[in-house]
């Protein structure tokens, strides 16, 4: 586990790094606000600028989770952290496309936390276990109108549970999302 752990955090540090004596005109915003609606997922999100075409993205939500024993849907908060690297904003401003409001294509390490706080459900006693995920992700951010945006992004990772029952289920997680989202 180790071994993963350091090879994503090799693999995203290569990502953010630039080079030196680099002239860039187009640069990811300073500071960006908004929320973002998932399927059955809702999110609050920032977005703080690092450099010309990296942020750092921190988002809190609800994300969706279903009980085994009888395939009831419940909700458990989501604590996101993720560097991001925007690393065609130069080619789409020259293309005379937009780069207001972060849009553009970027890599990312997505850190998800799911703290065990609460469950949102109609089942009572719902057990759930602290996880801690890492996934290298690849995706697009596109804007509709002033205000408005969409997000669409995959990947594949390395998941830990906390709880020790649940040992046997640590190992690969997919993230694929598709978002639509609102700038303030």
Same mark, same amino acid.
């Given at each position: 586990?180790? @071994? &993963? ?6 693999? *995203?540090?290569? #990502? ?5 004596n680099v002239k860039s ?16 997922? $809702? ?14 993205? +921190? ?15 419940? #909700? ?8 991001? =690297? ?19 294509n970027f890599c990312s390490?997505?850190? @998800?936390?799911?703290?065990? =706080? #609460? ?6 006693? &719902?057990?759930?276990?602290? *996880?801690?995920?890492?996934?290298? +992700? =690849? ?14 992004? $995959?990947?594949?990772?390395? &998941?830990?549970?906390?709880? @020790?029952?649940? +040992?046997?289920?640590?190992? /690969?997680?997919?993230?694929?999302? /598709?978002? &639509?989202?609102?700038?303030?």
């Amino acid at each position: 586990m180790k @071994k &993963i752990i350091a090879t994503l955090v090799f693999i *995203s540090v290569s #990502f953010m790094a630039k080079s030196q004596n680099v002239k860039s005109t187009s640069s990811v915003e300073k500071s960006l606000f908004g929320i973002q609606v998932g399927v059955l997922s $809702i999110y609050a999100l920032h977005e703080a600028k690092l450099s010309h075409s990296t942020t750092l993205r +921190t988002e809190l939500g609800l994300e969706p989770g279903v009980v085994n024993d009888n395939d009831k849907l419940f #909700f458990t908060p989501v604590i996101n952290i993720e560097p991001r =690297w925007y690393y065609n904003l130069d080619k789409r401003q020259k293309k005379s496309k937009r780069i207001d409001n972060n849009s553009g294509n970027f890599c990312s390490l997505k850190t @998800k936390y799911h703290p065990d =706080w #609460f469950t949102i459900s109609d089942q009572k006693n &719902i057990n759930f276990s602290n *996880s801690l995920s890492l996934i290298p +992700t =690849w995706g697009i951010r596109r804007n509709l109108g002033k205000h408005f945006n969409y997000e669409t992004a $995959i990947g594949a990772g390395y &998941i830990h549970y906390f709880d @020790k029952n649940n +040992t046997d289920d640590n190992g /690969l997680i997919i993230n694929l999302h /598709l978002r &639509i989202g609102y700038s303030f």
